[in-house]
């Protein structure tokens, strides 16, 4: 248990002193490769935004922008994995290449919300 805060506690002592020296820095939740192609996964579990203007899910807005200088620096995207709270719904898509090009909307807390009819479901 120890090792695991200790972890904890030295990533963050890292993460201060590499932004102290100029380093851009994010937080990934998993990176992997297949097929030759890089493809990092933000995965988020929350319960699904309600209409108006149309039901879906999102991610903040500083993620995003991060995420994009990711993409437009090594053409890496983001695939945003979601699980809805209180459910078994798994969705999935694209960041650049799918929900970044359709409808949305950023909400006061800057969340941008993305129409869950853009999503796939990821379980049957």
């Given at each position: ?14 993460r201060t002193l590499l932004q102290n020296q100029g380093f851009d820095i994010q937080q990934l939740d998993w ?89 796939k479901k990821l379980n049957k």
């Amino acid at each position: 248990m120890s090792i695991t805060l200790e972890g904890i506690e030295a990533e963050g002592k890292a993460r201060t002193l590499l932004q102290n020296q100029g380093f851009d820095i994010q937080q990934l939740d998993w990176i992997g490769k297949k097929n030759g192609k890089w493809l990092i996964f933000e995965v988020k579990q929350r319960e699904l935004f309600q209409a108006p203007p149309f039901d879906g899910t999102g991610l903040d807005i500083k993620q995003i922008d991060l995420r994009r200088k990711l993409y437009n620096d090594l053409l890496i995207d983001t695939y945003l994995i979601v699980y809805e709270k209180g459910t078994k719904n798994i969705y999935g898509q694209f960041l650049f290449g799918v929900l970044e090009e359709t409808e949305y909307f950023d909400t006061k807390n800057k969340i941008r919300i993305y129409n869950l009819k853009n999503f796939k479901k990821l379980n049957k």
